[in-house]
T-cell receptor, first 113, second 115 residues
Framework: GAGVSQSPSNKVTEKGKDVELRCDPISGHTALYWYRQRLGQGLEFLIYFQGNSAPDKSGLPSDRFSAERTGESVSTLTIQRTQQEDSAVYLC???????????FGPGTRLTVL | AQSVSQHNHHVILSEAASLELGCNYSYGGTVNLFWYVQYPGQHLQLLLKYFSGDPLVKGIKGFEAEFIKSKFSFNLRKPSVQWSDTAEYFCAVINAWGGDYKLSFGAGTTVTVRA
């Protein structure tokens, strides 16, 4: 597609439920990133995928968070047993190489009640 | 780890005023530097970037930024703002040595331009 797309755009869930967020990167981009943006704060790195290499999961805040990527296409970020502190905008970005410009999607706004 | 500081949380100014947003980073090695902008209701998009060469870089919409290595700074400037520049501005840094790919972002500066 023309840009990075994410779905859903908004998600409201109850504490304790699992949620799955989806990211479609720009076609041909080998690098994919997930970030989290809490209200009033900058973006916080979560996880990075590059081609077929093992992902860098060092930014995931707890073992309730996991992410997968199928080849060089779609990625899903899963949050299990959601907590209120998980409420944030989750942004996905992709780039053609690891140090090039990152193109961001519109984000998924997650609200945990 | 890299940390990025943006000096102003919220800036309010009138049209035609000049704008300067401060950004400082902590890492002393070779870095790639970015300014991203998020207009209301839109995606984050790149304003400008510095990888190497002339430390004064020009971006879209009349913005420019100057990399001063000795000050670990990458301040964003625009000589005359417009109402349409109302947005949130993020400075971001990536360590340019091989293998690093994590963008470190500042907390952002909200710019409100009054008509």
């Amino acid at each position: 597609g023309a840009g990075v797309s994410q779905s859903p755009s908004n998600k409201v869930t109850e504490k304790g439920k699992d949620v799955e967020l989806r990211c479609d990167p720009i076609s041909g981009h080998t690098a994919l990133y997930w970030y989290r943006q809490r209200l009033g704060q900058g973006l916080e790195f979560l996880i990075y995928f590059q081609g077929n290499s093992a992902p860098d999961k060092s930014g995931l805040p707890s073992d309730r968070f996991s992410a997968e990527r199928t080849g060089e296409s779609v990625s899903t970020l899963t949050i299990q047993r959601t907590q209120q502190e998980d409420s944030a905008v989750y942004l996905c970005a992709s780039s053609g190489t690891s140090d090039a410009e990152q193109f961001f999607g519109p984000g998924t706004r997650l609200t945990v009640l | 780890a890299q940390s990025v500081s943006q000096h102003n949380h919220h800036v309010i100014l009138s049209e035609a005023a000049s704008l300067e947003l401060g950004c400082n980073y902590s890492y002393g090695g070779t870095v790639n530097l970015f300014w991203y902008v998020q207009y209301p209701g839109q995606h984050l998009q790149l304003l400008l970037k510095y990888f190497s060469g002339d430390p004064l870089v020009k971006g879209i919409k009349g913005f420019e930024a100057e990399f001063i290595k000795s000050k670990f700074s990458f301040n964003l400037r625009k000589p005359s703002v417009q109402w349409s520049d109302t947005a949130e501005y993020f400075c971001a840094v990536i360590n340019a040595w091989g293998g690093d790919y994590k963008l470190s972002f500042g907390a952002g500066t909200t710019v409100t331009v009054r008509a």
